[in-house]
Nanobody, 125 residues
Framework: QVQLVESGGGLVQAGGSLRLSCAAS????????LGWFRQAPGKEREFVAT????????SYADSGKGRFTISRDNAKKMVYLQMNSLKPEDTAVYYC??????????????????WGQGTQITVSS
């Protein structure tokens, strides 16, 4: 049974930082690209960042470039999202997801095979 479990969400003031973690189990992580998505109330789920299965390639949505950093530790089966200079518009439920490496377009939610349950981030102004 595949499980992705996020942690690290919470309430933070604008300008602050948070580090999200996602623990994967039940899958061979080396075969999967890992990504972070977010969904704000009334909005569609949107791409945040992705990292290739070996960690060599990362990609970010424009909204997070220069502020967010995605990383992974395959030995620990973990993926992380370091978020700095947080803004109120970053408020959302954040999800980690796994995409089999042979699939294309890591920015589209429909291309992902497994999802976590999400963790809430609220950024106060």
């Amino acid at each position: 049974q595949v499980q992705l479990v996020e942690s690290g969400g919470g309430l933070v003031q604008a300008g602050g930082s948070l580090r999200l973690s996602c623990a994967a189990s039940g899958l061979i992580v080396n075969f999967y690209n890992l990504g972070w998505f977010r969904q704000a109330p009334g909005k569609e789920r949107e791409f945040v960042a992705t990292i290739s299965r070996d960690g060599g390639i990362t990609s970010y949505a424009d909204s997070g470039k220069g502020r967010f950093t995605i990383s992974r530790d395959n030995a620990k089966k973990m993926v992380y999202l370091q978020m700095n200079s947080l803004k109120p518009e970053d408020t959302a439920v954040y999800y980690c997801a796994a995409q089999f490496y042979a699939k294309n377009d890591a920015s589209r939610p429909v291309q992902y095979d497994y999802w976590g349950q999400g963790t809430q981030i609220t950024v106060s102004s």
